[in-house]
């Protein structure tokens, strides 16, 4: 009874946890049966016939059998887990992206096309995420989940995703979604949102934490918002981006941002060809010493005429070319350029030579080498070259960017703070950047004495570094006026429409030759001869 009660547990247990091994535990009992009745044949406890005599035979025979049972059980189990565990989010144990997109496919091939995509997202969680681990994270999804569980499961517009019924997929991004199908949706879709966000709107308990949480939901339907998986969920992605704008926290896809983005990718790739192909050009801006009215230096602008578009603004291209990793080349190519151009200049005339420097060019160590070589090989000292810098409150957030700033200060060069005043470079931000001239943005400049605040915050800027000892350059000149009040606040360089716009090199070269003997045509009589100590 006891032998009998322990192979009752043993079974039962096997049959639980590992299925597939009680086809092992079973092809023992016959192996064994035949090596008990072939001793009994011998000793004539047993009738000897074909069967009896043989019985070790069949037995072997029989346990080969169970254990080819007991092999394909367990390859199929091992098939099974992985499928699982592929379909499966780990933590969660929510379906994943997978199951979302069988899920769709099968809507499709049984005809069902009026269906559409909503994501799910809880409000800041990537900055919640930050705080809590992988365990915590996946336990507020499961929260999560399970509450919509109960406004889905008796809903048929939602669509199943497995035939446990599981109706919510997680995704990677910390998203959930689900799929509605249009047709069977009795209520309006905003009035299936707002009890979605009416059940994550409550406060989630993690660990000792109390969160607010609440949801922002993007929708994309099919087909009218993309027939391909991917794109339908890509859009309620974007969706979602819309929704943190808008009051009812919920947004469909609009479609005529995406043709934006893919403008965008088609110009970025134009752009990459363009510097490739050399057909970008540089254009000059004087930078005028507001003491001697002498041309202290050239700003180097980028253009692009783009053989269908025409004429496209750096301020299009150059963050495109920052967000799709283009920028390095780009400035690497505007260095070499800037600089062979800057020879021609020094031919006839002696001044500095400014380029334009974005905070994600100096976040790399080989962009920093490449421009040194090319530097190295243009022959021109680094005391004659400044780098003004945009995004400069990036820059001084990022150990290794400060490393390498300090680095090319070291070397000689003058680092320039561009558009002070406007953006993130506020003066807490920029203080621990070792730079030596500052660029006050056009905003604060052009036409200063026509709005009395902005003349006041010109002042206290221009005031402030040179307070710092700083050289500051008043950028968008653009009157008499301008000049004079900037310079009565100690300014010491101006640029802008006034003096000159940006022009080509061979341009620059005419306009230079015809400046009064280095100084600008404009107000020749103005007296006093300071030439600041790091510049001509
Ligand atoms: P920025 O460095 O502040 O350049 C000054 C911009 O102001 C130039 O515009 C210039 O044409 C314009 N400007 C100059 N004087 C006046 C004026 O009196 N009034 C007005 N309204 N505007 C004036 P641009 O060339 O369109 O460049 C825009 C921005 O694009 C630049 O601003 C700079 O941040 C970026 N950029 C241009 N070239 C390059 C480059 O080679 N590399 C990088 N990283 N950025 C560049
Ligand atoms: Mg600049
Ligand atoms: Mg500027």
């Known amino acids: ?14 049959s639980k946890d590992f299925a597939w091994a009680r086809f092992y535990f079973i092809s023992w009992v016959p192996f064994l049966a035949g090596a008990a009745i072939q001793p009994l044949v011998l000793l004539n406890y047993v009738d000897s016939t074909f069967i009896t005599r043989n019985a070790f035979l069949f037995a072997v025979m029989i346990e080969i059998t169970f254990m080819a049972f ?4 367990r390859m199929r189990r091992n098939e099974q887990d992985r499928i699982h565990d592929i379909s499966y989010h780990d933590f969660t144990r929510l379906p994943r992206k997978s199951m979302l997109e069988n899920a769709m496919n099968e809507m499709k091939i049984s005809g069902k096309n009026d269906f559409c995509v909503l994501i799910i997202k809880p409000e800041h969680i990537e900055q919640i ?23 889905f499961i008796h809903n048929d517009a939602i669509v199943k995703l497995s035939s446990n019924h599981e109706k919510i997929c997680f995704l990677e991004n910390n998203c959930l979604a689900i799929i509605v199908n249009n047709e069977k949706n009795q209520q309006d879709l905003p009035v299936l949102i707002k009890s979605i966000q009416q059940l994550t709107s409550e406060t989630f308990q993690i660990d000792d934490l109390k969160l607010p949480l609440s949801a922002v939901i993007g929708v994309a339907n099919h087909p009218e918002h993309g027939s391909a998986n991917y794109l339908l969920i890509n859009h309620a992605q974007l969706a979602v981006n819309d929704a943190q704008l808008v009051y009812g926290r919920w947004a469909y896809y609009q479609s005529e941002k995406s043709d934006h983005t893919s403008y965008l990718l088609k110009l970025a790739t134009d752009l990459k060809e363009a510097i490739e192909n050399d057909t970008l050009a540089i254009y000059h801006q004087p930078q005028i010493d507001l003491k001697t009215l002498r041309v202290c230096s050239s700003e180097c602008l980028i253009r692009w005429e783009h053989p269908r578009e025409g004429f496209i603004s750096p301020d299009i291209f150059i963050p495109l070319a920052e967000d799709l990793g283009l920028i390095n080349q780009l400035t690497l190519w505007v260095i070499k350029r800037a600089l062979a151009q800057h020879q021609q200049i020094l031919v006839n005339n002696n001044h500095m030579v400014s380029i334009n420097i974005s905070g994600k060019d100096i976040a790399h160590e080989h962009f920093f080498t490449n421009a040194l070589s090319i530097i190295e090989e243009s022959g021109i000292a680094a005391d004659k070259i400044i780098l003004e810098l945009t995004e400069s409150a990036s820059i001084s957030h990022n150990k290794q960017s400060l490393e390498l700033i300090q680095k090319l200060g070291d070397l000689g060069f003058t680092i320039s703070i561009d558009d002070f005043g406007t953006g993130y470079s506020s003066m807490a931000q920029i203080s621990h950047l070792p ?43 653009n009157s008499q006026e301008d000049e004079d009040t ?7 360089i101006g640029q802008g429409y006034y003096y000159a716009k940006p022009m080509p090199i061979d341009d620059y070269l005419d306009w230079l030759a015809s400046q009064n003997n280095g100084r600008t045509q404009k107000r020749v009589d103005l007296d006093g001869e300071f030439i600041p100590a790091d510049k001509i």
């Open 129 to 151: 995420s930050l705080y809590i681990d992988d365990k915590a994270n996946a336990a507020l999804f499961k929260r999560l989940s399970r509450r919509l569980s109960s406004l």
């Open 486 to 492: 900037l310079r009565s606040f100690g300014c010491d």
């Open 435 to 477: 730079f030596q001239e500052l660029k006050v943005d056009r905003l604060f400049v052009e036409n200063v004495n026509d709005d009395h605040k902005r003349k006041t915050i010109a002042e206290a800027t221009v005031k402030m570094a040179k307070g710092l000892g700083l050289e500051v350059v008043a950028e968008g000149i």
């Open 70 to 73: 007991a092999l394909a059980e």
């Open 1 to 14: 009874i006891f032998i009998l009660y322990a192979l009752f547990i043993i079974f039962r247990r096997l």
